[in-house]
């Protein structure tokens, strides 16, 4: 059986310079049993309803500014699977989650980049599923739970997003060793959570966890974690390290 992984992306560079997670991220799929497919809630497809890419041919969207040409001919060319995202989204609405297909939408960056990296050849058919973010970590704890029983099928959960995500407040000249103390507060407060599985307090990370708020400004890049622990349960750290001062670059599994 497949685990479900919590995957920080960091920038889109990652697909151009994948310093120590990109390793990682390649090893991480070495060693697991080849997915018949994969699922993914990425930080990027922030939406109002529950949505299910049912696109059978998604293109690679480019959703960034500023970055180097070689960066937007990146391409991802890996299949949907339009019957795979029905099957998601009537599970979903059978758990009491209703669901709807988009049979437009593109992969977005937090899904191709770090796929990019573990499966370089994209001949896995991918399905995403949106964050409706303003449901908040409850809701993708659900989301993962309801779709827990496609890891007894051979298929991959995902969520992609980031342990910390303070744009903000990154240094764009620091070394690799350079680790805010506030970032690194708020990562080992997770981890920490994550190993005693206190649901609850996790739950509740914007009230009990240190800087919070200063980490995730905003929650949708922590939110994809939710759906990982969801459709898990023994969690493993994969990966753990910070760029930029303060983007954190963990990967985790459940098994």
Do not use: C
């Not at 120590?20 to 090893?27: E, V, Y």
């Not at 080849?34 to 998604?58: C, D, F, G, T």
């Not at 744009?167 to 994550?194: Q, S, Y």
């Amino acid at each position: 059986m497949l685990p479900s992984l919590f995957i920080s992306h960091g920038s889109p560079m990652l697909a151009l310079q994948p310093g120590a997670s990109g390793p990682a991220l390649a090893a991480l799929a070495n060693a697991l049993p080849r997915p018949k497919a994969i699922v993914v809630v990425s930080a990027h497809w922030e939406s109002r309803e529950l949505l299910v890419m049912s696109n059978p041919q998604p293109q690679t969207w480019h959703d960034f500014h500023g970055f180097p040409p070689a960066l937007y001919a990146v391409q991802y060319p890996a299949p949907g699977d339009p019957e795979l995202a029905r099957k998601i989204s009537a599970q979903l609405t059978a758990a009491g989650l209703p669901a709807l297909l988009d049979e437009q939408r593109p992969f977005d960056h937090g899904a191709w980049v770090p796929l990019s990296l573990m499966y370089r050849n994209a001949g896995i058919p991918v399905v995403q599923v949106s964050l409706p973010s303003q449901g908040g970590p409850r809701l993708q704890l659900e989301v993962g739970q309801a779709l827990e029983s496609l890891r007894h099928e051979g298929i991959l959960l995902i969520g992609s997003g980031s342990i910390t995500h303070n744009l903000g407040e990154l240094d764009w000249h620091a070394g690799p060793d350079a680790i805010e103390p506030w970032a690194l507060a708020f990562r080992d407060w997770v981890v920490d959570r994550l190993k005693e599985d206190d649901r609850p307090a996790l739950l509740d990370y914007r009230q009990q966890a240190p800087h919070a708020l200063r980490n995730h400004p905003s929650d949708e890049h922590l939110l994809p974690l939710f759906f990982a622990l969801g459709a898990g349960d023994k969690f493993g750290v994969v990966h753990q390290g910070f760029t930029l001062g303060a983007l954190g670059m963990d990967i985790y599994r459940f098994d």
